[in-house]
């Protein structure tokens, strides 16, 4: 079983509806868990990151962290297709020596259709 | 505020050969992390630099190398290049905590 597991898609929606992307993880000692959001040709970029368990938001994007389930979510309100890119769920340990390796999900891929 | 730049853009070699991949972080940044994105599995840690020493390397071969510089930017080398390393290798830089910037990666073709 991989550390991290993502649903690589593809999701089509139209504008203005509410997408859920989702990945499961198996390394209990992950303590931070971040999405980041890639374009075509770019690196990612860091949309939210959360430390341990509980839900944050920040304008249309919340990402929500269920430690008990080892279950994350992002959900992006009234998408737009400016948010068509691959979404990485990505995942760190608190180790000692200010390490951060991230461990990612392989991305899922988002289309907004106008 | 420069971001991660990372060069070159593309670098296509023959099998067997070498390749250099540069990066300069973010200016202050200290730790240095290389990332490689093969089609299909995603982005797999290679190595982390951090004030001029290799401090952890993913579960890749020696043949995997780099090195860190005293103005923080950062080499990867590539030696005996097969096929499959062919894939985007993407640098980041942080200076605290866990928030990376990542440049927009050095596209590597190997034929």
């Known amino acids: 079983q991989k550390e991290v597991e993502q649903d690589p898609g593809p999701l089509s929606v139209p504008e203005g509806a509410i997408v859920s992307l989702n990945c499961t993880y198996s390394?209990?000692?992950?303590?931070?868990f971040m999405w980041y959001r890639q374009y075509s040709r770019k690196g990612p970029e860091l949309l939210m990151y959360t430390y341990s368990s509980g839900n944050k938001e920040d304008g249309r994007f919340t990402a929500q962290v269920d430690k008990s389930s080892k279950y994350i979510s992002l959900f992006i309100r009234d998408s737009q297709p400016s948010d068509s890119a691959t979404y990485l769920c990505?995942?760190?340990?608190?180790?000692?020596?200010?390490?951060?390796?991230?461990?990612f999900g392989k991305g899922t891929l988002l289309t907004v259709n106008p | 505020e420069a971001g991660v730049t990372q060069s070159p853009t593309h670098l296509i070699k023959t099998r067997g050969q070498q390749a250099t991949l540069r990066c300069s972080p973010i200016?202050?940044?200290?730790?240095v992390y290389w990332y490689q994105q093969a089609l299909g599995l995603g982005l797999q840690f290679l190595l982390w630099?951090?004030?001029?020493?290799?401090?952890n390397r993913g579960n890749f071969p020696p043949r995997f190398s780099g090195r860190q510089f005293p103005n923080y930017s950062s080499e990867l080398n590539v030696n005996a290049l097969e096929l499959e390393d062919s894939a985007l290798y993407l640098c980041?830089?942080?200076?605290?905590?866990?928030?990376?910037?990542f440049g927009s990666g050095t596209r590597l073709t190997v034929v």
């Open positions: 200016s202050g940044h200290t730790s």
């Open positions: 630099y951090d004030e001029g020493e290799e401090r």
């Open positions: 990505a995942m760190s340990e608190e180790s000692g020596g200010s390490n951060y390796k991230l461990t």
């Open positions: 390394n209990s000692a992950f303590q931070y």
């Open positions: 980041a830089s942080r200076v605290t905590g866990i928030r990376y910037t």
